[in-house]
Structures are given as structure tokens and as C-alpha cells.
């Protein structure tokens, strides 16, 4: 039979692995905005890959109506963020410039600022306070980022 864990410890390895978790979303959005650009899309495949996004999203969505409480909610987040990026990536596809690779990572950052948000709504009230922080935290480093990384053609 399983021993059960301090509390106290069980909500410090739980915030250890949601900063790894931060931090390893953050390398990942980093990693994929900097890998270099392909040919755009042409108008038809950008059209229906759109529609393809748009109606897997639609049934992730329908996913989530079964659950209940801040567990719908925190599913809810998630499929809007995710449907929010694939279709930022996909524009970008569409049209690889700067600008588009740099809403990417908006995108990204305040998709996961959505999730952090409605998970945060999960935790007990003395830690609200610290995992909205911790949220915001993670969600300006997200941004920092890519005003950080030099331009192309700059000496």
C-alpha cells in the first residue's frame, strides 16, 4: 500500500513541475518561431487547412461539454488556445514573414496565460494569489522573448 505524502511537500513538487512545465513551453515556443521559413501556402490548401482547424476544434470543444466545474473550464481554455495557435501557425504558413512568426508567439503566450488562469481557479485560496502571479510571470517572459532576439540584417 502507498504511503501519503505532507501536503505541504505534494504542493512543492506541484509547483516545481508546473514552472518546468512554463519553462519547457516557453524552449518549445522558441524553438519553433526560430526554425527557418518554408514556402508560403498556396490559397487553397490555407483555406481548407482552415476549415480542417476549424471543425476539429468545433468537436474538441463538444469534448468539453460533459465535464464539469474548472475542469470544463480549464478544457474550454485549453481548445481555444490551441485552436487560437494552429491557426496563427497556419497563417503564418501562409505568409512566413516577422510579423506573422512574432504573432505566433503572442499567440502562444496568451494561450497559455488562459490555461495558467483557469487552472489557477482549481487551486486552494492561499495559493490564488501566487499561481496568478507565477501565470503572469511566465506570460511576460513569453513576450520578452521575441522583442529579445535580433533582426535579421541588423549589424
Known amino acids: 500500500m502507498r504511503k501519503r505524502t505532507d501536503p ?8 516545481v513541475m508546473k514552472t518546468w512545465a512554463v519553462v519547457a513551453t516557453a524552449a518549445i515556443g522558441v524553438a519553433v518561431c526560430t526554425t527557418p521559413r518554408a514556402q508560403g501556402l498556396g490559397k487553397t490548401e490555407y483555406l481548407a487547412a ?39 501557425e497556419l497563417r503564418a504558413a501562409y505568409d512566413p514573414t516577422d510579423e506573422a512568426l512574432m504573432e505566433v508567439r503572442i499567440v502562444k503566450a496568451r494561450a497559455s ?5 483557469a487552472r489557477c481557479e482549481d487551486v ?32
Open 8 to 15: 505541504a511537500a505534494h504542493s512543492a513538487d506541484h509547483r
Open 50 to 88: 482552415r476549415k480542417t482547424i476549424e471543425s476539429d476544434f468545433r468537436n474538441a470543444r463538444i469534448g468539453c461539454e460533459p465535464m464539469a466545474g474548472s475542469v470544463r473550464d480549464i478544457c474550454m481554455a485549453d481548445v481555444r488556445g490551441r485552436e487560437v495557435v494552429a491557426l496563427a
Open 113 to 117: 496565460l488562459a490555461v495558467a488562469r
Open 124 to 155: 486552494p485560496v492561499h495559493r490564488k494569489s501566487a499561481c496568478a502571479s507565477d501565470a503572469e510571470r511566465a506570460h511576460e517572459a513569453a513576450l520578452a522573448s521575441p522583442k529579445a532576439l535580433p533582426k535579421k540584417g541588423l549589424p
